[in-house]
């Protein structure tokens, strides 16, 4: 009984914990004997007590690095400080584990000299304008480099540009002189585009009143002649019913004698006697005349 004890407690304290599970997303580098012997992927697995043991646990996640602000030097001789965010994955947990000592802080003095380098071909617009390229230069030079160290580089950003404080001043100000170049030239075509508006209302109004009044000259003109057409119509009809009565020249001096006489029952105290009447006068006398003739012979 104590013998089986004894062994159990030796499998408790030996087996137990050389029973190892590995979780999904991280590998274990195995060691045998100071060797490297096997790369556990997740699953459950033994490790011969004593003789193996676990060199490295590695995720396999992809992780991310924001390293400190670096300070670089442009083309033109303008130092500013740069702080850039490494995103990578481990893809190979042996050559992570063997390749470099201290992998991160060999991908910081990575990051920090290949962007020097990069910098130190740009001018500072350049610089400040050009992140995309820079990114992407970075990213093709982190990835290579970091091949030897099972470490896939899948994205490299600038975080932060930060120029001289003078420098930031000089753009500000720049800036400003833009944004007021630009609402001056706004306010500029706002005022001509009113102009043109107020111009061609005003010309299209004056085109308005000189086609009313030009309608209102033809309407005028087209009541006159048509009041004239109408006058001269009843005329003509007036002369064409006399012509149908057979009226003589006697009824016709007569309806003047007529006419002449309703003229004079009128309150006006003088008469325009037209030299038409004057004519009919002379008739009228003439034929008084016969009249007088004719009743002496009587």
């Known amino acids: ?50 003789v193996d043991r676990v060199a490295n646990n590695v ?114 100000k720049q800036m400003r002189a833009e944004r007021e170049r630009r609402e001056a030239i706004l306010k500029a075509e706002g005022e001509k585009r009113s102009s043109i508006l107020i111009a061609e209302g005003e010309k299209e109004s004056a085109i308005l009143r000189a086609e009313a009044h030009k309608e209102a000259q033809i309407k005028t003109a087209e009541g006159e002649a048509e009041a004239l057409l109408k006058v001269k119509q009843a005329e003509a009809d007036a002369i064409k019913l006399l012509k149908e009565a057979s009226a003589d020249k006697a009824v016709l001096t007569l309806k003047s004698f007529e006419a002449l006489k309703e003229v004079a029952n009128g309150n006006a105290t003088k008469i325009i006697v037209p030299s038409e009447l004057q004519n009919i006068a002379t008739i009228g006398t003439t034929i008084s005349e016969m009249l007088k003739e004719d009743r002496k012979n009587r």
């Open 1 to 50: 009984m104590d013998i089986l004890i004894i062994i159990l407690i030796l499998v408790a304290v030996i087996v137990l914990p050389n029973i190892k599970i590995v979780p999904q997303a991280r590998n274990y580098v195995i060691e045998r004997i100071g060797s490297y012997y096997t790369t556990w992927q997740n699953g459950l697995h033994f490790k011969i007590p004593f």
């Open 59 to 172: 995720t396999l996640k992809e992780i991310v690095k924001d390293f400190d602000p670096q300070p670089v030097i442009t083309k033109d001789n303008v130092t500013m400080q740069i702080d850039t965010v490494v995103y990578f994955q481990i893809l190979d947990a042996k050559l992570y584990t063997y390749g470099v000592e201290n992998p991160i802080n060999a991908i910081e003095n990575l990051t920090a000299t290949t962007l020097r380098n990069i910098i130190g071909e740009l001018e500072l617009d350049q610089t400040l304008t050009s992140r995309d390229i820079i990114n992407s230069k970075m990213r093709a030079i982190l990835d290579e480099a970091t091949d030897a160290w099972g470490i896939k580089i899948n994205r490299v950003e600038l975080k932060n540009i930060l120029p001289p404080r003078e420098i930031q001043e000089a753009m500000e």
